[in-house]
C-alpha cells in the first residue's frame, strides 16, 4: 500500500502574516510546532517541504525566517545544517555585558537573574554579543554561572585599538575595555600599519570558539595622541555609521538646494507671520521656529518644525541611512549628523528668509498656561530673523541697542514671553521635576587641544524654547492617541520599587520624606528637592533622587513621562536629528491626508523593533561622545600632575570617590586605598564610605583638597589623592592606637641598639609626599646609602606582614623617649635582665601609627560596566550620572558642529539612571577575583562578619595587630 503524504495542518496565525507581507509564510509560532513534533532535526529542505513552500520568493522568505528564529534563540541549527527547537527550560537567550575584567554577564531577554560567565566562558565572544546559554551552576556568592551553548549574533565584527609589533606579529589592544581580548595580527594581515598606532582591525572567523583571535588591519587612523583621534576611536569602538553610501549623498544632491514651487501647492501658508529661530550661537541646523500672538486672556501659539518627511520617504536611500543611525552624534566641535548636509543643513534647515516646508502646530494656550486646542497643517514658512538665546535674553531684559536691532521681530517676542511665563507656571503646578546641574562647554584652542572648559549658563530664552517645544510634543502625542495610529512615544516611568524603597532609607536617615506612598508622583520629589534647598547636603540629596529615576526609552505604548509630569509626551520637534520625531511627523501627515489608523504603514510590532532600536542608537551616542570627552578631559590633565585643587565629592562607590576639580569641571577618582590608614565601609543607602577605626566620613558635596596623582591617556583616567594624605599626615587625623606589648618588643633588622641613657636622635624630615605601596614596604634609606636589607622573620610558622612593627619613614622619637623603646621605665624599676636587644638588631619604635585596614584592591569593580545598558548619563549633564529629561527638543548643549548648544532642561530627566560615576575616571587596581555586574566593591560590614574573624581583628594583640586587613571576596 504506497504510504499517503503527511497533511500539513493550517497555521492559526496566517492572517496575522498576511496583513504584514504580500506573499506570506507560515508564522515562527507554526514552524516551531513543526520542529517540536519532528523525531528528529529538519533541514531548510525537509521544513520547506512540508510546509509545501516551492516557489522562489516563498523559500526565500522562509530563509530569512529561519536565520531571524536561529538568531533571536528560537531554533538551533547544528553542524549538519539541521533545525530543532530551543528547549526554553533549559536554555536562555540574551545580550552578554562584558567586564574590563575578564568576566561577564548575560543578560536574558526575559525578565529574569543574570547569569554569571567567567573567564573562560568569555572566550571568543564579545560584549554585546547575542548567545544561547544554560546554567552551569551556582558560584560561592550565590551567583547563577552561566555556560555558552552557541553564538546567535555576533555584534562586533571589527575592533579600534592600539597597535604593537613584535618579531613582525602585531597584537591589537582593543580601545574598548568591556573587549578584553587581545588580537593577534599575522605578518600577512598588518598592511601598512607600523607599531603603535592606532589601528581598526576586522576579526577573522575562528574554526571554534576557544581558538585565539586573529585580525587584518582594515584601516590605518594614525598615531597615538594625533588631534582628532578621540572622535575617530570613538566612532569606531562604537561601531558608530559615519560614512554615506554613494546612493544616499545622490539622492540627497537630487533634491537641490531650494524648495521647489510644485512643493508649495496645497499647504497653509504662513510666510507673512514673523516666525523666529532661536539657538546658539555655533549651530548650523535650524530646525524649529515660534511664532505667538495674543488671543483672548490667552495666546495662539505656533510652532513651525522642519518638515523632514517630505523628503525622506519610507524605505527609500535615505530613509535607511537615517534609520540606521537612528541620531545624531554630537562630539566636542564636531557631528556626525542623521540626514546628510545638503538636508541638515540645507534644504530642511530654516535658514532665515528662505522658503521651507514646515509641520506646524497651532496651539492655543490658555491664561493659566492650559492647552486647550490644537491643530496640525502642512505648511510654508519664512523666518524672519535667526537669533541666539543670549540676544533674546539681553532683549527680553530691556537691551535698547538689541531690541533697536530687531524691532522686526519685537512684538513677536514679548507675546513669547507672556506666553512662556503662564506655561512655567503651569510646569510648577503640576510638579514636573526640576534639578539643578551645571552643563559645561569645551573650548579648543591650537591643533585641538582644550583650551578652557567653561559652564554655560541657562537664562529665560533656553527656559522659553523649551516650553513651547514641550506643548508642541504634548499635543503630537494626543493627536497620534485620538487618531489610533501607531507611533513612538517618549516613556519616562515611574521609579522602580526597589528605588523608592533605597530612597525612602536614605531619606528617613536624613531626616526628610518623600510621599506618595507605593507610588510617588513628580510633585513629591519636587516637594523633598524644595526642603533640601537651604541645606549644606542639597547635593547629596539631589544626585540620590536623580539616581532613583528611571531610564527614559522610546515605545509605542503611552505611559507618560515622569519627569515632566505629563500624561502624553512625543517626540516631535527634531525630525532632523532624531528618527522617532520623522516617525512621528509621517503619522501625523497621513491623517492629514484622511488616512486611517489601521492603514497606516507601520504596525504595533514595527514600532516596538523601531523604539529597541532607536533607544539602542540614543544610548550608543551617549557612550561615544563620554568617550571623546574622557579622552580629552584625560589629555588636558596630562600635564597638571601633582597639583593640588579644590574639589567636590561627587560620587561615592565601594572602590572610592569621584571628585569633580572646582572650575575644571573634570572628575577624578580618589581611590579608597589611598585614604588614611583605616578600613572604609560604603553604605550604598547613604552613599558614604566611613572609617572603621577613625570614623571619619565621605559623602557626596563634601569639599576637599585634592592632588592629581597619575593621568592614564589609554585608560582616560585621572587618579586623585587627597591633598593632605599626598604630603603628611592630617592634624585631624585620629591619633595612632595604642599598641601591644609583642608589637613592642617587635624590632627593626636595619635599626643598630641604642643605650638606655643615650641622646635622642635628631628627627628625620618629614617627607613631601606619601611613599606608594612598593616605597612603604621597603626599607627606609640613610643619607649615606640605601638602607641594608631585612631579614625576614617567622613567628609561629607564618610569614610576619612588612606592615608590622617597621617604623614609619615618617616616624620620629618622643621627647623624653629613647628612639626605638617602646615606653620610658617607670622610676625605680630596672629592666629584666636578659630582655636587652640582642646584638646586630633594635629595638622598633615604640608608638607608630598601624598601616591601616585598608580595603584591599582586589575586590571592587570598576565603575561604568553596568550590567544593564542604557543607563548611562547624557553628555553635558555632569552634575550627576544618570537620569537626565530631555523634555521637548533635547539640544546637545556645549559644542557640535551642527548643534551647538542642546536644548536640554534644567532638570536633566529623560536620558537614562547611572549610578556608576562618569566612566573613565576610575583608578587601575590590581587583578580582582571578582566584582558584581554592576560594578559595585563588595564590602561586608562588621556586623555580618563571623564572631571570630571580628574578635581577631579588634584584638589588641596577636600577629594580626598593624597588619593590612582585607575584605573577604567570599
Known sequence: MPRQRRKTPADPNFEREAQKYDNPIPSREFILGLLQE??????????????????????????????????????????????????????IRGRVIGHPDGFGFLVPDEQDDDLFLSPKQMRGIFHGDRVLARVMGVDRRGRREGGIVEVLEHNTTQVVGRLKIEDGVGILTPDNKRITHD????????????????????????????????GDVQEVLGEHMAPGMEIDIAIRAHALPHEWPDEVTAAADELGADVAEADKKDRLDLREKPFVTIDGDDARDFDDALYCEPEGKGWRLWVAIADVSHYVQRDAALDREARTRG???????????????????????????????SMICEMEIGARGALKSYRFHEGLIRSHARLIYEDVAAML????????????????????????????????????????????????????KIEKIVPTVRNDAHRLVEECMIMANVAAARFLKK?????????????????????????????????????????????????????????LIQTV????????????????????????????????????????????????????????????????????????????????????????????????????????????????LFVEIKDVYIEGLVHV????????????????????????????GDELQVQVARVSLDDRKIDLALAQEAGQPSPADPPPKKRSRRSKRRKDADTAPVEADAEPTAAAPEPEAKPTAAESEAPAADDDGPAPKKKRRRRGGRRRGAA????????????????????????????????????????????EPSPGNEASPGNEASPGNEANPGNEASPGNEASPGNEASPGNERRRGSGRGRGNERSPRNALDEGNSDAPEPGNEAVPPPRPEADKDGNTIVEPSADRPAKAKAKESSGSGRGRGRRRRPSSS
Open 327 to 357: 541620531t545624531s552624534v554630537y562630539f566636542p566641535n564636531n557631528v556626525i549628523p542623521m540626514l546628510p548636509e545638503a538636508l541638515s543643513n540645507g534644504l530642511c534647515s530654516l535658514n532665515p528668509n528662505v522658503d521651507r516646508l
Open 483 to 539: 487618531h489610533k495610529v501607531p507611533a513612538l512615544y517618549r516613556i519616562h516611568d515611574q521609579p522602580p520599587s526597589d528605588k523608592i524603597d533605597d530612597l525612602r532609607d536614605f531619606l528617613n536617615g536624613a531626616g526628610l520624606s518623600l510621599g506618595g506612598g507605593d507610588e510617588p508622583s513628580p510633585a513629591d520629589y519636587t516637594e523633598v528637592l524644595k526642603a533640601a534647598r537651604q541645606r549644606t547636603d542639597q547635593q
Open 183 to 214: 588580537i593577534l595580527v599575522p605578518p600577512d594581515g598588518l598592511g601598512d600599519a607600523v607599531d603603535d598606532q592606532i589601528v581598526v582591525v576586522r576579526i577573522r572567523q575562528s574554526a571554534s570558539r576557544t581558538a585565539r583571535l586573529r
Open 397 to 448: 531684559d530691556g537691551d535698547a541697542a538689541q531690541r533697536e536691532q530687531n524691532a522686526h521681530v519685537m512684538p513677536n517676542l514679548e507675546t513669547l514671553q507672556q506666553a512662556f511665563k503662564a506655561l512655567h507656571a503651569a510646569r510648577n503646578r503640576r510638579g514636573a521635576i526640576d534639578f539643578d546641574t551645571t552643563e559645561t562647554k569645551i573650548v579648543f584652542g591650537e591643533d585641538r
Open 804 to 847: 608590622g612593627g617597621e617604623t614609619s619613614p615618617s616616624a620620629e622619637p618622643s621627647p623624653g623617649k629613647e628612639p626605638g623603646s617602646g615606653k620610658e621605665p617607670k622610676p625605680g624599676k630596672e629592666p629584666k635582665p636578659g630582655k636587652e636587644p640582642k646584638p646586630g638588631k633594635e629595638p622598633s619604635s615604640g608608638k
Open 38 to 91: 519532528a523525531d528528529n532535526p529538519l533541514s531548510y529542505d525537509e521544513i520547506a517541504e512540508r510546509l509545501k513552500i516551492d516557489d522562489e520568493d516563498r523559500l526565500e522568505a522562509l530563509r530569512r525566517r529561519l536565520k531571524a528564529m536561529e538568531r533571536d534563540g528560537q531554533a538551533l541549527c547544528n553542524r549538519r545544517g539541521a533545525y530543532l527547537p530551543v528547549n526554553q527550560e533549559d536554555l
Open 673 to 700: 586605598t589611598s585614604l588614611d590608614n583605616d578600613f572604609y565601609h560604603f553604605d550604598p543607602a547613604r552613599h558614604s564610605l566611613t572609617g572603621e577605626r577613625g570614623g571619619r566620613v565621605f559623602r557626596i
Open 545 to 656: 533622587l536623580l539616581r532613583s529615576l528611571s531610564q527614559a526609552v522610546y515605545a509605542p505604548e503611552l505611559d507618560g513621562h515622569f519627569g515632566l509630569a505629563l500624561d502624553d509626551y512625543a517626540h516631535f520637534t527634531s525630525p532632523i536629528r532624531r528618527y522617532p520625531d520623522l516617525l512621528v511627523h509621517r503619522g501625523i501627515r497621513h491623517v492629514l491626508r484622511k488616512g486611517s489608523g489601521k492603514a497606516f504603514p507601520y504596525s504595533h510590532g514595527d514600532m516596538e523593533q523601531l523604539g529597541e532600536h532607536c533607544s539602542m542608537a540614543e544610548r550608543r551616542a551617549d557612550d561615544a561622545t563620554r568617550d571623546a570627552v574622557a579622552w580629552l578631559k584625560a589629555e588636558y590633565m596630562q600635564d597638571k600632575v601633582g597639583e593640588t585643587f579644590p574639589g567636590v565629592v561627587s560620587g561615592v562607590t565601594g572602590f572610592g
